[in-house]
């Protein structure tokens, strides 16, 4: 982010960064080791486990955004208000992997002359979570023309996991979240 787009942010929005990508949102009711768990268990198993089965991500695709800046300064505002609202986006576009391009629905994925990307993931915990944020999101960001398709995308999981354990679609029930 260039420095004008950070005074406007407050700086408990930007949690830390990497190599690869900037984290925002403060996590609230997301278990602070719970990736590194969920990974050490997926190697080990060689198996889903509870914590991929309930960690949907929405992609939001910097190609399907009229203004990628905007879109991160906006979910950066709204990290803010609503603690439980939290993702990370690559800090440049990679080459996409399209055989692991798998998130549905497909119309959300970026167009196929689009070779190289960036992506904003969201995290949430649950199908109904996954679904309300989406709409919200969804709506938000068309209402403000920073986004130009009729959907977002979503999977189950990380990418990373189908390379391991199979498509994320056959991991468990598409329509049902591991039981509490």
């Keep these: 982010m260039q420095s004008r787009d950070i005074e ?27 990736c590194s768990k969920c990974l ?5 198993y060689r198996a889903p486990n509870r914590y991929c089965i309930n960690c949907w991500k929405l992609e939001i695709f ?6 990628v800046q905007g879109v991160k300064e906006y979910l950066l505002r709204e990290s803010v208000k609503d603690s439980t609202l939290h993702g990370k986006w690559l800090k440049k576009k990679v080459k996409i992997p399209r055989e692991l391009l798998t998130s549905v ?6 167009e196929d002359d689009v070779e190289e990307d960036g992506v904003i993931l969201i995290y949430t915990k649950s199908i109904k979570e996954r679904d309300e944020r989406m709409r919200k ?3 938000e960001l068309r209402d403000k023309g920073l ?16 390379l ?10 598409l329509n049902e979240d591991y039981p509490a």
Excluded at 62 to 67: A, I, K, L, V, Y
Excluded at 105 to 110: M, N, S
Excluded at 164 to 173: L, P
């Design 8 to 34: 406007h942010i407050p700086s408990k929005a930007v949690t830390f960064e990497d190599e690869h990508w900037v984290y925002f949102g403060m996590g609230v009711g997301w278990e602070p080791d719970r």
């Design 137 to 139: 999101l969804l709506k």
């Design 62 to 67: 910097f190609s399907n955004c009229t203004d």
């Design 147 to 162: 986004y130009k398709k009729w959907s977002i995308s979503y999977r189950r999981g990380c990418v990373d996991y189908d």
């Design 105 to 110: 629905p497909e119309e959300a994925h970026p």
């Design 40 to 44: 050490r268990l997926v190697k080990q």
């Design 164 to 173: 391991i354990i199979g498509n994320w679609k056959t991991w468990y029930n």
